[in-house]
């Protein structure tokens, strides 16, 4: 039987050591101090801890210098940082270093046991496999396997997480799993579109509002970050987020607080931030749509899903899987993928990723008079591939993939009289998505 939790706080000031010790004896562990960087390495050497507190400032280095060393050799151990008030360069930098998280002086006492009893909950081995996320995020390909691995890892921390990727990849899924596989997974998981809130009403819904403070606010309404308060705030196409909302969503991050519209008060809220966009961040932070602070603060680490045309051996298992899954849903026998199928579904582009490949064997499902699912039944968009010496274009390889896009846009548009919604549909992307490529291509 285990016994009580050892938890090593590091500061050079003896009555920070006394008074962290008091704030976190009620939580049933045993305190091991240290003055400075070289005691705390003495007693990482001699015995191992559930956890680590150091300050940022030390006699003989910086808490980030303790971070590095407990993340090389001993991984499994939790490491929180104790940072300057408002000094958000350097809690960045050590959560990039590999901190659980961070908390700003002056040190509030009851968010210190709330960090420390998650960091607690957390599993004791690290977790060096994928296989707990393999049944939901399918692919056995390097790329898949590598995403898990990463989802293994990061479910460790409290670090902002920026995941990358193409629409219909699985960026939230990614994000449900960080959150149920991490310390906060008794808490709440809230997603929301950014891009599907009207701009006057984003800071109501995600700061919340009291009664009567604008016109039709009939009564007191909790904003997402409060429903969110100890447990995941997943912000999908972040990058759609107005200029001005931004920055009182940069405030809310770094003060940990919000103030609901009308009140005089803020409120002091727990959340871990996950965000997702399908855009380019960085090259919205050069054109100046969206800031460079807010960016930093939200791409601490950064998980890119990979396209489906990156993983194409995954399209079997993944095929398999949705038409069972579809068998399930209507009681009826899987179908089956002809092996010209599935080479046609290789060979594809797959612009709308697994999202698009489910659209395309439902449809296929419907529609299909057999229970072998044969090439011509997928009815794929009809992309004439160039011939294998065009393969090697003077321009570059996003160019090259650029005109293939272009050419499957322009054809299903054709092929629905050039109705935009119709032609989503076909491509297996959202009329948002579509709008956004019409614009990227120069195709409106």
């Known amino acids: 039987m285990k016994g009580r939790p050892v938890v090593l706080i590091v500061d050079d000031e003896p009555d920070i050591l006394e008074l962290l010790e008091l704030t976190l004896a009620p939580l049933g562990v045993v305190c091991q101090k240290a003055s400075d960087l070289a005691r705390a390495r003495q007693h990482l050497q001699q015995q191992s801890f559930d956890f680590c507190l150091t300050d940022m400032r030390l006699p003989d280095g910086d808490g980030i210098e303790l971070v590095r060393l407990i993340s090389q050799y001993c991984p499994e151990t939790p490491v929180a940082v104790i940072t300057a008030h408002g000094n958000v360069e350097t809690a960045v930098a050590a959560l990039k270093a590999g901190a659980f998280d961070f908390i700003s002086k002056p040190v509030d006492l009851q968010a210190l046991r709330n960090l420390v009893k998650r960091a607690l909950k957390l599993p004791l081995s690290y977790p060096k496999m994928e296989r707990r996320t393999r049944h939901r995020l399918l692919g056995e390909s390097a790329a898949m396997r590598g995403v898990r691995a990463q989802i293994a890892k990061l479910a460790r921390s409290q ?50 509002h009291k009664k009567g403070s604008f016109s039709g606010a009939v009564g007191d309404q909790e904003g997402l970050f409060h429903a969110a308060d100890g447990g995941t705030l997943f912000l999908d196409e972040v990058a759609d987020l107005s200029l001005p909302m931004q920055v009182k969503l940069l405030r809310a991050i770094q003060e940990k607080s919000v103030r609901p519209i009308g009140s005089q008060k803020e409120i002091a809220v727990d959340v871990r931030i996950l965000c997702a966009t399908h855009k380019d961040l960085a090259t919205l932070v050069r054109q100046g749509n969206f800031r460079q602070d807010l960016f930093y603060r939200l791409n601490v680490i950064e998980l890119a899903v990979p396209s489906l045309r990156q993983r194409t051996s995954d399209i079997f298992q993944l095929a398999g899987h949705i038409l069972n899954r579809l068998a399930e849903t209507h009681g009826d026998t899987p179908f089956k993928l002809a092996p010209d199928a599935l080479a046609a579904l290789q060979a594809y582009l797959f612009p709308g990723n697994v999202r698009e490949l489910e659209n395309i064997l439902e449809r296929a499902v419907t529609l299909c008079e057999s229970e072998t699912i044969g090439a011509k039944d997928l009815r794929l968009p009809q992309v004439e591939l160039p011939s294998t010496s065009a393969f090697l274009p003077a321009n570059s390889l996003e160019e090259h993939l650029a005109g293939l896009e272009k050419q499957a846009i322009l054809q299903a548009l054709e092929q629905t009289r050039y109705n935009k919604t119709a032609a989503a549909k076909i491509l297996g992307i959202t009329f948002r998505a579509l709008r956004y490529r019409l614009k990227k291509l120069e195709l409106e």
């Not at 997974?185 to 997603?191: I, K, L, T």
């Open 159 to 208: 670090a902002p997480v920026y995941i990358s990727g193409e629409s219909g990849t699985g960026k939230e899924l990614v994000a449900r799993l960080i959150h149920e596989q991490g310390p906060r997974s008794a808490g709440s998981f809230v997603p929301v579109n950014c891009g599907a809130i009207p701009t006057e009403l984003m800071e109501s819904e995600f700061f919340g």
